[in-house]
């Protein structure tokens, strides 16, 4: 089994400024790891995705993630964000064999002008 | 391709009726997931389908509810005699049986039991 913490919840942040999301997960067996944006009233997207290889993934809008294996996260970042990023962020892990996904909690981004 | 649907998008209903909920995945997408959303949590598994076999039931997945997905193409999602705690947002998603890490999600239907 495999379990993923949010560590925040809400993330104020003003246009144009850096932003940083945290994710840590926890699991006995290797997993992929992901980022998905849930924009109001619609389902998810995906942002991006770590199967294996480079530790750093590129995803749409900007944003980019880090996997590192020692500390077990894959934590979310943008340089500058902008007020259409303004939406509920969540991780998620799947195992390799059966690939259901286990999300964390989310963290709701709030883009101020 | 217009990608994953889900019919209907809102659904009020009162305590001990049912209700069915129906799924369209992406075009020969061999996976077919169900996930539930409650209001400030992210989705939690319930069940997934491979063609038309249903392969793992979460335990949240009580007895009250049954998903099918005849001839491996939409599936649908019945909850029987509801309960106020099974309001939430109910989410699918499909994906490719080969590259089936990357699952595309449906909009969701949101179900509110009086």
């Known amino acids: 089994a495999q379990s993923v913490t949010q560590l925040d919840s809400q993330v104020p942040v003003f246009e144009e400024a850096p932003v940083e999301l945290r994710c840590n997960y926890s699991s006995s067996v290797s997993v992929y790891l992901f980022w998905y944006v849930q924009y109001p009233n619609q389902g998810l997207q995906l942002l991006l995705k770590y199967l294996s290889g480079s530790t750093l993934v590129k995803g749409i809008n900007g944003f980019e993630a880090e996997f590192n294996k020692s500390q077990t996260s894959f934590h979310l970042r943008k340089p500058s964000v902008h007020i259409s990023d303004t939406a509920e962020y969540f991780c998620a892990v799947s195992n390799i064999n059966d690939y259901k996904l286990s999300f964390g909690a989310g963290t709701t981004v709030t883009v101020r002008a | 391709d217009t990608g994953v649907s889900q019919d209907p998008r809102h659904k009020i209903t009162k305590r001990g009726q049912n209700v069915t909920f129906r799924c369209d995945p992406i075009?020969?997408?061999?996976?077919l997931y169900w996930y539930r959303q409650t209001l400030g949590q992210g989705p939690e598994f319930l069940t997934y389908?491979?063609?038309?076999?249903?392969?793992?039931k979460s335990r949240l997945l009580s007895d009250r509810f049954s998903a099918e997905r005849p001839k491996g193409s939409f599936s649908t999602l019945e909850i029987q005699r509801t309960e106020q705690g099974d309001s939430a947002m109910y989410l699918c998603a499909s994906s490719w049986l080969t590259g089936a890490y990357e699952q595309y999600f449906g909009p969701g239907t949101r179900l509110t039991v009086t």
């Open positions: 075009s020969e997408h061999n996976r």
């Open positions: 389908f491979q063609n038309e076999a249903q392969l793992e």
